[in-house]
């Protein structure tokens, strides 16, 4: 089962209306939430059982939520931009009712007694939960066939794979079954399978959205963020999904502003720094992928901004330091229940958790040093310029994997998780076979603002705006 970019059965521009033009039907009557949640549901009938991003479909409680948003309308009481708008859930992420597996046998099934902070936000907001996504086993054990529920497949080509962890909520926006969906990312989980889905993957500053109630692989890495099939439906999501969490520690008491306000302002004046030396002598680039590197900078470049190179430090350094913090925050929380029942975990699982082994307190402590330097580093780079702009895809996305699972995936996503600076995917082109590429916009911390700017700066520039803005306009 093959496709091709544009006009595949399964992956594909057109789709679903826009947030922007589904929130103005819900409100001048043209539309219901009743219907925008039927016709999610018939997408995901004809798609999922090829896709499989779904670990969870609840019809009918996704049918009344949709009935009562629209009764809250119709009497004047209006939640926002997402009121009335069909959406999903990583399965990592607790909602009041439904059990979080986290794609593991290990987990009980009993319901969650409460909404994870994002998922609360998004209630109030009147978003409308169709169900849960999968995701790699405990967002690190993946892609399997060995976990819970099978892997999601790439849209775009189902004999590969989407990208992890937050694979089934990249699949599910690609194939159109849902505009957007929160993911959560500890080393690259929301923009990797972004890039290799072909839509906008965004991880905010650290603290900017809350992480309670998302199951944690690295505490003090995990950060969560949307997916979404335009950088303006990003945004809207985002201001929905922002937001101070006073009962997680890491969240950050800072207003949120209007992350659409000047989305349309262009980059003339900004100044972009470009790390070449992060991607260019890596092996695992293709030409397909620099080329839409140099793309992109010709683009920003075309609208007006400067664009100058910039160095940071060792690409391998950040991921070294990300590895082993992540690797020994995540035994330190699975450590009693691998002791208890290893055969509890897919075997992928299980030797991933078990190489915090070799980690001592010492390399942690050291690891955590370095994290500081290097995210000085960054900060002081972004001292003369307004953003970056690197790879995140290497190469297209891979194909499923039928042996030994590979040492490494053609991403680089993990130094800003390392250092909490925003960083965006946003699709450029496509590469061998009609698959997506993607390039990486990281800004200033809480800054995501200028990130959305640039990214639809490129949106527009490698095309994927208009076919938005077409599908818009058929829609109304």
Not at 339 to 357: K, N, Q, S
Request: proline share 8%; hydrophobic share 45%.
């Amino acid at each position: 089962m093959r496709s091709e970019a544009y006009s595949c059965p399964i992956a594909r521009v057109e789709g679903a209306p826009s947030l922007v033009a589904a929130a103005r039907g819900l409100r001048d009557g043209r539309l219901t939430a009743v219907a925008l949640a039927r016709e999610a549901l018939s997408r995901i009938a004809a798609v999922d059982p090829v896709i499989r991003a779904f670990v969870r479909l609840d019809p009918d409680a996704a049918l009344a939520d949709a009935a009562r948003a629209d009764a809250e309308l119709a009497r004047g009481l209006d939640r926002g931009p997402l009121h009335g708008i069909p959406t999903a859930i990583k399965d990592i992420l607790d909602v009041a009712g439904w059990p979080t597996t986290c794609n593991s046998r290990s987990r009980p099934d009993e319901p969650a007694a409460e909404d994870a902070g994002v998922v609360a936000r998004l209630r109030a907001g009147g978003a409308v939960f169709l169900g849960k996504l999968e995701t790699y086993e405990f967002a690190l054990g993946g892609p399997t066939e060995e976990a819970r529920f099978p892997p999601a497949r790439n849209p775009w080509d189902p004999g590969r794979i989407p990208g992890g962890s937050s694979s089934g909520s990249a699949a599910a926006v690609a194939a159109g079954m849902i505009r957007m969906a929160p993911g959560s990312c500890t080393a690259g989980s929301i923009r990797g399978p972004a890039a290799w889905c072909g839509i906008v993957g965004l991880k905010p500053t650290r603290g900017r959205v809350s992480c309670r109630g998302a199951f944690p692989l690295a505490p003090t890495l995990d950060h969560v963020g949307p997916l979404a099939r335009s950088v303006e439906d990003a945004a809207i999501a985002l201001g929905v999904m922002a937001g101070h969490d006073p009962r997680d520690e890491a969240s950050v008491d800072r207003p949120v502003p209007d992350y659409r306000a000047g989305l349309g302002d262009g980059v003339a004046g900004l100044r972009v720094g470009v790390p070449r030396h992060f991607f260019g002598a890596s092996p695992l680039l293709v030409p397909e992928a620099r080329d839409a590197i140099e793309a992109a900078i010709g683009h920003l470049r075309a609208a007006g901004a400067t664009v100058t190179d910039v160095t940071l430090p060792d690409y391998d350094l950040f991921l070294a330091v990300n590895r082993v913090i992540m690797t020994a925050e995540a035994l330190a929380i699975h450590a009693p229940a691998l002791r208890r029942d290893p055969r509890a975990f897919a075997p992928i699982t299980a030797r991933r958790f078990a190489a915090g082994v070799a980690i001592g307190a010492a390399d942690y402590l050291d690891a955590r040093r370095l994290r500081r330097g290097l995210t000085a580093a960054v900060d002081g780079v972004m001292q003369s310029v307004d953003l970056l702009l690197t790879a995140i895809s290497l190469d297209v996305a891979p194909l499923a994997a039928k042996g030994a699972e590979p040492t490494a995936w053609p991403l680089q996503a993990s130094p800003f998780n390392v250092t909490g600076h925003p960083a965006m995917s946003v699709p450029a082109g496509f590469g061998r076979g009609g698959m997506p590429l993607a390039v990486q916009i990281v800004g200033q911390p809480f800054d995501e603002i200028t990130v959305l700017r640039a990214g639809r700066t490129l949106e527009r520039a490698f095309g994927r705006a208009e076919a938005e803005e077409e599908n818009e306009e058929t829609s109304a």
